[in-house]
């Protein structure tokens, strides 16, 4: 209901409670149908007078104005019942509903989306966690290898002043996807930059140290001519030995176990 049509609803109840004629505007703090004489005031009285749901009784005049007497009559009466009935109040509240109604299919859909939208922002961001977790668990897992090897890897023979480098080296090379397998010649070259007095014959003595200790293993070539730096080879009675490859060390119990 709009202001307009609430304000003379008003106005016929007052009108129809007074039971008798009534100031048409309210004077002082005397009482009327409408407040003060604004110009919606005027303009809803004078359309209620004209289409006769109120009709004027007398005017009085105070002073320099004029006080209108009006009373409701039976149109304005039935307009007044209509409006207050039950079913009239009924029929407003479905006219309510039906509105509610069609809207209710944009609010429901308005509101799947965002709930769409939310799920797929909640799933990516349990996607990354996810992510980070595992990258955070196999570092650790790569920790834990690290230092279980460490703890059970056999002591380097004091005779072999250059393991450490080697092993170093060996590492390095499998970290940057080189593989496990070096070749003797590599070896040796990367060992004289820091010995530089190391010879072919100290080299392969320490060698044969480090796989009798159990920390290397000796490899032939593949075949197809796979002799990498012959002068560097390892003469092992009938083998001989172009590769040399870190001895894997079981870095769980049941590995050690195995």
């Known amino acids: 209901m709009d202001r307009r049509k609430e304000l003379l609803l008003d106005a016929l109840k007052s009108a129809a409670l007074a039971r008798g004629e009534a100031r048409l505007y309210r004077r ?28 004027s ?15 409701i009559t039976q149109k304005g009466l039935d307009l007044l019942l209509e409006s207050e009935s039950p079913a009239r109040a009924l029929e407003a509240l479905r006219e309510t509903l039906a509105v509610n109604q069609q809207g209710l299919p944009l609010w429901a859909a308005d509101m799947q989306a965002r ?41 380097m023979p004091a005779t072999v002043p250059w393991a450490r480098e080697a092993f170093e080296y060996l590492d390095r090379r499998g970290q940057v996807g080189l593989g496990q397998r070096c070749a003797l010649a590599d070896l040796f070259a990367a060992l004289k930059e820091r010995h530089v007095e190391l010879t072919i014959k100290e080299f392969h003595a320490g060698l044969r140290g480090l796989q009798e200790c159990g920390l290397i293993t000796l490899l032939p070539g593949a075949g197809d001519g796979d002799t990498p730096g012959p002068e560097y080879a390892l003469l092992d009675g009938a083998a001989v030995h172009y590769y040399v490859e870190r001895k894997k060390v079981p870095t769980t119990a049941s590995d050690r176990l195995g």
Not at 134 to 153: D, L, P, S
């Open 115 to 155: 709930i769409e939208e939310l799920s797929r922002g909640f799933s990516a961001e349990v996607a990354a966690m996810r992510e980070r977790l595992e990258q955070m668990a196999q570092r650790v897992g790569e920790a834990i290898e690290r230092i279980e090897a460490a703890q059970t890897r056999k002591p």
């Open 57 to 71: 009784v007398r005017v009085e005049p105070v002073g320099q104005t004029t006080v209108e007497w009006v009373r």
């Open 28 to 55: 002082g703090k005397l009482p009327g149908l409408f407040g003060q004489r604004t110009r919606m005031h005027a303009e809803i009285a004078n359309q209620a007078v004209h289409e006769g749901l109120l009709e």
